[in-house]
């Protein structure tokens, strides 16, 4: 697989504030890469220095094979760009919108009406193209962020969290989009902070903390790294201080949970918990009114692997 973006020991200083610590990263062509970290961590320096819009103080950046400057031109015709603050025309409609945006790469007006059309088709903005951006909600000005950013076909796209407070059916028709602009051939580099977008939409995860790349992998990867296996929550009649006591003598339990009669219980295996739990609850005769067990998702990757929370 071919790198379309190589970072190399990438160091980014703001005074004495080291954001960015000998960062360093490949993104492959075709891939949806989900770049996650707590809030500080360094993701928007990246992206912007990546872009050229800030400078570095050290280390290196290819686009496509060719080294980004603020002015190879040619890399930034390839590239689209949505961040998180909606940036458009008040005075424009929305399809004036999408063709100045378009039209400062798509000079010929026949390619670039095609283009403006397929950009309308994707985001879903058909019955809107009339309207002026303060006639849009917060979700469809959001698809217009996007269609503006998208619309010269850009084979690498950048998306800094373009579904912060947008309604659900928008962030359905973004995340489609986003499937659909990856089908078609552009890789993708994504911010969020809702994990079931990363889940759905994402082939690699990069977690990133204080300037530097804590772990990479597919999704079952990352779930792999970590000590987490299993968790199991039963809801007991009445608390049974017995048998509570006798879980934390379990070395294949690695922490236990109680909220009223709710015990959560974390393995530190995938293997056998829920079968070996069933058997001790009956054979000590604890009743209980549910019991359920679950895989670790992204969230526990995550607080295990930065102690944070990814939203706020
Ligand atoms: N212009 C600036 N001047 C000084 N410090 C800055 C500046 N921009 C960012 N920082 C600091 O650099 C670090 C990385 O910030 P950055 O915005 O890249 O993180 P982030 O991961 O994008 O965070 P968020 O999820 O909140 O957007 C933080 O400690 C931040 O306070």
């Given amino acids: 697989m071919s790198k379309v973006i190589e970072i190399k020991n990438l160091t980014k200083c703001y005074g004495e504030l080291i954001a960015l610590d000998n960062f360093s990263l490949d993104v492959y062509e075709g891939e949806i890469l989900g770049l996650l970290g707590p809030n500080g961590s360094g993701k928007s320096t990246t992206i912007n220095t990546v872009l050229s819009l800030l400078k570095y103080d050290s280390g290196s950046i290819k686009i496509f094979n060719k080294e980004m400057s603020p002015t190879a031109y040619d890399i930034k015709s390839m590239i689209g760009v949505v961040f998180q603050d909606v940036a458009v025309f008040e005075e424009l409609s929305v399809i004036e919108n999408i063709d100045y945006f378009c039209g400062l790469y798509i000079k010929d007006k026949k390619i670039r009406d095609e283009y403006v059309q397929d950009a309308i088709n994707l985001v879903s903005l058909n019955e809107f193209t009339k309207f002026k951006p ?152 604890v009743s209980y009114t549910s019991l359920f067990s679950e895989r670790p998702t992204l969230n526990d990757v995550f607080l295990e692997l930065t102690g944070k929370e990814l939203r706020d």
Wanted: aromatic letters at 4%; charged letters at 30%; one cysteine or more.
């Fill in 134 to 285: 303060k006639e849009l909600s917060g979700g469809l000005l959001r698809r217009l962020n996007i269609a503006c950013g998208i619309a010269h076909k850009p084979k690498l796209i950048f998306l800094d969290e373009p579904t912060v407070a947008v309604d659900p059916q928008s962030r359905n028709n973004i995340l489609e989009g986003i499937k659909r602009l990856n089908e078609l051939g552009a890789t993708i580099v994504y911010t969020t902070h809702y994990m079931e977008e990363v889940e759905q939409l994402c082939n690699r995860i990069v977690v990133m903390d204080k300037g530097k790349v804590i772990a990479s992998g597919t999704k079952d990867e990352l779930k792999n790294m970590i000590s987490l296996g299993e968790k199991i929550t039963i809801e007991l009649k009445e608390i049974n201080e017995v048998f509570i006591e006798r879980l934390k003598k379990s070395d294949r339990i690695i922490n236990i949970e109680i909220e009223n009669n709710i015990v959560r219980i974390s393995y530190n295996t995938k293997e056998d918990n829920l079968s070996r739990l069933i058997d001790y609850v009956r054979e000590n005769n």
